[in-house]
């Protein structure tokens, strides 16, 4: 039994923490908030210096050859800070070129030389019985893309993240009705990417549209492609706890700080029980982000239930957060001026997308299910 | 990071598991047809099973061996708990005893008693139980008034009551704090006794909780003589004593507290086994924001363990996965009975049971409101509430808690 971080993981941890430092990523937030799109700082060369485009692609082609948990530390650093790094698209992407043997670009991808983007369909559950993907609004979910035996993909795909911007797609889509994987170049004809913002300006999407596009058809298994679904939950919700340390260590320190009445503010039950609830969300959030890493490789079978669990709860603990970091604060919580609104911003967009934390939480279910029938 | 055994505690554990295998027939049958029926017929049982349990070195493991234990650490009395609910036998029936009270008689007790009373709890051959709660001194357990006054000839004699008490029934010992000095700030004037159940002047009493069943019992004591040699811990201790058994509260509640099958596995069997209700959004999302709380428990326990085996003490935010756990399954137990309906509160429904059990357990082991006051205080480092109770003699605060009302 040892779920400590390891000494490289801890180094892994520390050295992205110092990386990101450098920039005043929230400062420039703002900034983007008020229209001021180039204020947000390129952090690829930086991620590009440490290695983390190339974290999930094995040493023969140039990468690291790390797990989903080392990625999910970094994701977790850039959530600190709302750091604009298209990791979040890119890393799932690399995943399900790696569990295929025709993938292109690999060595590029590894460097960061290229960037790739996930195009995000969800596996089938027990309530939805097919391959989907999320619809540019409400409640009905589309179909999977399609690809023809030439390779021909066609369909269309909503808030894709990173899509802006990258230079390969890489996702899912259905030929003769099974699941395969693709890989089409974001330059080639037939592909669409509208970059699009909502509420969030740090977060970078596109809405992609493919009118048979010449895409690479790869050999990934399904479960690899599922996987690479469960992949990007896992590492949203890495993110987000990232987030919410932020959001509990700012609060914290002001409950300190702010006297009312005579008393710091934290000296009170209201305030205090709040913030112990933010703590308690944080740490189940913590230790399913431990279940999901391990079950990545230690027990694959129940890494979907993992993975929906660590969205399902990280989801909430943000909202949570943010919430709290805003009314611990007071009015000033809710003005322009402070850092809680970037972290509510990004709990509330972080929330809708990829199938977002309702859907993680009906597939946490789903799976129970399916583990009580199959008992 | 990794779940697997280490090469020895994988050796431990096939051992417990072949000591298991072998015995188990010996176990006492508490569940389905050919269960035990009566109650003074279940408990001889399992104290002869605690004694087996004792003799091939599965209870008490962590104790020293110098006191009948085996030296062990946390890591291998959860493998050998694993086991044991592996082999679907019971357990050891003084886990109070054996888990907290003995633990502190190590820590504190003088020879005499540590001679005298630590073989019999270890094999069952005498229960404990702990007589700490009163009913005006829960979450502020040093507000205890049960009052022990020496006399002259250096015994003792104790009057009061005490409450919440676990196994008071049929144990032996218990192990009691009282107030022995009531001119001194309420910390201080206390002391640590063991008390003989079977000494004149103590009456215990069945206290019916909800479900209809007295799981706990009220203690009353009226002039209970205590001989010297009662006192653990030393006069005027008693407070440092009480927070060494609190410690291993913690320990045994933080490696037990799967034991208390309040798991993702069994809610979501229940709602799978309806067609409606398996397929129902709502359902679906209640379900899977219980079951995933639970699921990071398990995993919390976990992230205790790695901690327990780097030689760390797990600190007070364990007990936030205890405030996971109740909520979880006063949340669980909800959306059961709006499931199946009335048929979940039928007498005899395992559903009802639990839904009767949890507002109770919600206080058990202290409140969930002090537990999140000491976690705000103690994890996140925010300032406690200002005190009325600070360096004042317990006798005065009486009065200035009533002047304050």
């Known amino acids: ?375 | 990071m990794d779940l697997d055994d280490t090469p020895e505690q994988a050796a431990y554990r096939a051992q417990v598991r072949s000591w298991l295998q072998e015995h188990k027939s010996e176990a006492p049958i508490l569940d389905g047809p050919d269960a035990i029926r009566d109650e003074d017929e279940i408990i001889a049982a399992r104290r002869a099973w605690q004694g087996k349990l004792a003799e091939a070195g599965l209870a008490g493991l962590t104790w020293p061996k110098e006191f009948g234990g085996q030296g062990l650490g946390p890591i291998d009395q959860v493998i050998c708990n694993q086991e044991i609910a592996r082999a679907k036998v019971p357990g050891i029936l003084d886990a109070i005893g054996v888990g907290m009270l003995g633990p502190t008689i190590i820590a504190h007790g003088t020879d005499e008693q540590k001679s005298r009373y630590l073989a019999p709890l270890l094999h069952g051959d005498e229960v404990w139980c702990q007589l700490f709660s009163e009913p005006a001194a829960g979450s502020d357990l040093a507000a205890v008034q049960t009052r022990a006054r020496q006399q002259e000839d250096g015994s003792w004699k104790l009057s009061g009551q005490k409450v919440w008490t676990t196994n008071a029934q049929f144990a032996a010992y218990g192990l009691l704090l009282a107030r022995t000095d009531a001119d001194v700030p309420k910390h201080k004037g206390l002391t640590m006794f063991i008390v003989p159940m079977d000494a004149p002047g103590v009456t215990v009493r069945g206290l019916r909780q909800i479900s209809g069943e007295a799981e706990f019992n009220e203690v009353f004591f009226d002039d209970v003589e205590l001989d010297e040699g009662a006192v653990v811990g030393g006069v005027g201790n008693g407070w440092g004593t009480a927070l060494t058994t609190l410690m291993f509260e913690r320990v045994t509640i933080g490696l037990g507290s799967e034991g208390l099958g309040y798991n993702s596995t069994r809610f979501a069997a229940a709602i799978a086994a309806d067609e409606t209700a398996r397929r129902d959004p709502e359902v679906r999302h209640k379900l899977g924001e219980i079951a995933a709380e639970l699921l990071a428990v398990r995993f919390t326990g976990y992230r205790t363990l790695t901690a327990l085996q780097k030689g760390q003490i797990p600190g007070p935010e364990a007990g936030l996965a205890k405030v996971t756990i109740v909520n979880g399954a006063i949340k669980a137990g909800d959306l059961i009975a709006d499931v199946l309906g009335p048929d979940a509160l039928a007498e005899d429904s395992q559903w009802a049971y639990m839904i009767s059990f949890l507002p109770g357990l919600k206080s058990a082991g202290g409140t969930e409101e002090i537990l999140r006051n000491t976690i705000g205080e103690r994890v996140l480092g925010l300032p406690p509430e200002p005190r009325l109770d600070k360096g004042i003699p317990f006798s005065e605060l009486r009065s200035k808690e009533g002047a304050a009302a």
């Not at chain 1, 800070?81 to 060595?107: K, N, R, Y």
């Not at chain 1, 989907?132 to 589309?142: I, K, W």
């Not at chain 1, 129940?302 to 929906?308: Q, T, Y």
């Open chain 1, 1 to 375: 039994m040892n779920l400590a971080l390891s000494d490289e993981q801890v180094f892994l941890r520390e050295a992205a923490r110092g990386a990101l430092s450098r920039f005043k990523t929230l400062e420039a937030a703002r900034k983007a908030l008020d229209g001021k799109a180039d204020a947000l700082p390129d952090l690829w060369p930086t991620a590009c210096e440490a290695g983390w485009p190339g974290l999930l692609i094995g040493e023969e082609h140039g990468g690291a050859g790390l797990d989903a948990f080392d990625a999910m530390l970094v994701l977790g650093e850039c959530g600190r800070v709302i750091a604009p790094i298209q990791l979040l698209g890119h890393l799932p992407a690399t995943a399900v070129l790696e569990a295929s043997s025709t993938a292109p670009m690999l060595e590029e991808l590894a460097t960061g030389e290229k960037r790739a983007a996930f195009l995000p369909v969800c596996p089938p559950g027990d309530v939805h019985g097919g391959w989907s993907v999320d619809p540019r609004e409400g409640m009905t979910r589309g179909d999977a893309p399609t690809v023809d035996g030439s390779g021909k993909l066609s369909g269309t795909l909503a808030f894709v993240p990173d899509a802006p911007g990258a230079d390969l797609l890489v996702g899912v889509a259905l030929q003769d009705g099974k699941p395969v994987g693709v890989a089409v170049e974001a330059g080639a004809g037939g592909v669409q990417v509208e970059a699009v913002t909502r509420y969030d300006a740090t977060r970078s999407l596109g809405h992609v549209t493919l009118t048979g596009a010449q895409a690479t058809v790869l050999d990934a298994s399904e479960e690899a492609l599922a996987a690479a679904w469960h992949l990007a939950q896992a590492l949203v919700a890495a993110e987000s706890i990232g987030s919410v340390e932020t959001a509990l260590d700012v609060s914290v320190a002001y409950a300190k700080e702010r006297f009312t009445f005579g008393r710091a503010i934290g000296s009170y039950q209201a305030v205090k029980h709040s913030l112990t609830e933010v703590l308690r969300q944080m740490e189940n959030g913590r230790s399913l982000l431990y279940y999901a890493g391990w079950a990545r490789g230690g027990a694959p079978g129940e890494f979907p239930l993992a993975a929906s669990a660590a969205r399902s709860v990280a989801g909430q603990a943000l909202d949570t957060a943010a919430r709290t970091m805003i009314s611990v604060h007071g009015g000033i919580g809710a003005t322009w001026e402070h850092d809680a609104p970037l972290y509510f911003r990004r709990a509330q967009l972080s929330r809708r997308l990829l199938g977002g934390t309702a859907g993680a939480t009906d597939r946490v279910a789903g799976e129970l299910i399916a583990q009580a029938d199959a008992a």
